[in-house]
């Protein structure tokens, strides 16, 4: 929400768990890429991540379908995942975030992502598990470790690395955070509470977007399972040609 970029970059990050711990994540990988290496961010959307591949030479690639108020101008070039338009083996890095979910054909997605990428080249990975639909009707599926570590080896690729994005806690503060949007803008019952809708729109944003995501983004390290998270960020490798099956 528009409010929250008023607030310290440190509060908003522990609000907003589920992006500021991916793209911590996807940061420390990007931090280990070769400068000059061709990366390709399959899926960018607006390309929130560019600036962490600055070192690298990075494309940018989408569909431009999935939300119609994003603004895909910095886009390389459009282009359906399921058929790249780009020759095997060239990138030596493939990003992908939070796309999986969005695309019919997952199986072919990562197909064609093993394709493009060289040898010994990495795929960074992300992938909701507990997440409410969005963009749809291009909205599909979720995720768990085990789905994606076998889409992954069925598509060639060997996953060295998969962190679930955070626990039971921090999904719950997620889910939380959408209370006053649920409650106020999606139910005209509120419209019937006249001059209390706005005070009472304020407590709420004030007890379930600020006081409790704060409270569960501290007690998440309680969930030592972390079998309830709200997604997977995952490193998976293509292997060396002289790689042993």
Partial sequence: MSWR????????????????????????AAAE????????????????????????????????VG????????LSALNTLERLSFPDGVFDV???????????????????LQRVLRPGGRLLLSAPQRWHEHQTPHDFFRYTSYG???LLAKAGLVAEQMTPLGGYFWFLGF???????????RN?????????????KAISVGVFEI???????????????????????CIARKPALDEPA
């Fill in 175 to 185: 889910q939380l955070r959408l209370f006053t949007y649920w409650a106020f803008s």
């Fill in 5 to 28: 970029r008023y607030l310290p970059s440190s509060l908003r990050d522990m609000i907003e768990v589920d992006a500021s711990e991916l793209k911590r994540l996807l940061a420390e």
């Fill in 188 to 200: 005209t019952w509120s419209r019937r509470l006249g001059p209390l809708a706005l005070p009472l």
């Fill in 67 to 74: 939300d119609a108020a994003w603004n895909y101008s910095g």
């Fill in 148 to 150: 994606l570590e076998h």
């Fill in 211 to 233: 006081a409790l995501p704060l409270l569960l983004y501290y007690v998440d390290p309680l969930d030592a399972m972390r079998e309830a998270t709200l997604g997977h960020f």
């Fill in 94 to 112: 493939v990003v992908c975030t939070q796309v999986l979910e969005h695309v019919a054909e997952p199986e072919r997605v990562l197909c064609e």
């Fill in 33 to 64: 890429v070769p400068r000059n290496s061709l990366v390709l961010d399959a899926g960018a959307g607006e390309g929130q991540y560019r600036d962490l591949f600055s070192h690298t030479r990075y494309i940018g690639v989408d569909l431009a």
